[in-house]
Structure formats: structure tokens, C-alpha cells
């Protein structure tokens, strides 16, 4: 069964930086492109980042790009957003996305 759970979500001043997590069961996420999208509130769904399989190309929107990095520890089968110069417009929950399969989400809030 593939279950994905985010993690690392919560309150944080403009400019600070949090750091989510994406453990991955029931399959191997270095086998799978992996992304991050993000649903704030009262509107869709929107990618933020995607990290390929194999050699772990990484790319970004241009909404987070230079603040947001994305990786994976394959020894943990996990996926990590490290998130930098945090904005009120990233308040967002955060769900790792595999091929549509996603969590439960994180709530990131930005607000000072």
C-alpha cells in the first residue's frame, strides 16, 4: 500500500525557514518522480517542485525558486522541501505528490 506522510509544517515569521519532510511505504520513491504542490487557501492546487527518478533532477516554479530546495534521502525513502525566505503568499498546506497519490498535507503558515 503507498502511504505518504508530511511532516515539518507549522508557524513562521516572513524571512524565517522550515523544513517538511515526506516519508514514503509501499514503494521507492528514488523509482518515481516526486513533486511537492501546495492548495492555499480558497484556491487549487499548485506545483512547487518536482525531483526526477535516477538522477534526481530537480526543478521548480518560478513562484519559489532560489528559496525552495527539494531532495531525497533514498537510505530513508524520503523527500525533503527545504524552505527559505518564507512569504505570507507560501501559507499553504503542503502535500507530497507521487503520480496523484499524496498525504495528509502540512499546514505552513507565514504570518508575523
Known amino acids: 500500500e503507498v502511504q505518504l506522510v508530511e511532516s515539518g509544517g507549522g508557524l513562521v515569521q516572513p524571512g524565517g525557514s522550515l523544513r517538511l519532510s515526506c516519508a514514503a511505504s509501499?514503494?521507492?520513491?528514488?523509482?518515481?518522480?516526486m513533486n511537492w504542490v501546495r492548495q492555499a487557501p480558497g484556491k487549487g492546487l499548485e506545483w512547487v517542485s518536482g525531483?526526477?527518478?535516477?538522477?534526481?533532477?530537480?526543478r521548480y516554479a518560478d513562484s519559489v525558486k532560489g528559496r525552495f530546495t527539494i531532495s531525497r534521502d533514498s537510505a530513508k525513502n524520503t523527500i525533503y522541501l527545504q524552505m527559505n525566505t518564507l512569504k505570507p503568499e507560501d501559507t499553504a498546506v503542503y502535500y507530497c505528490d507521487c503520480d496523484g497519490s499524496r498525504g495528509q498535507g502540512t499546514q505552513v503558515t507565514v504570518s508575523s
Open positions: 509501499g514503494f521507492t520513491t528514488s523509482r518515481y518522480p
Open positions: 525531483i526526477t527518478s535516477g538522477d534526481g533532477t530537480t
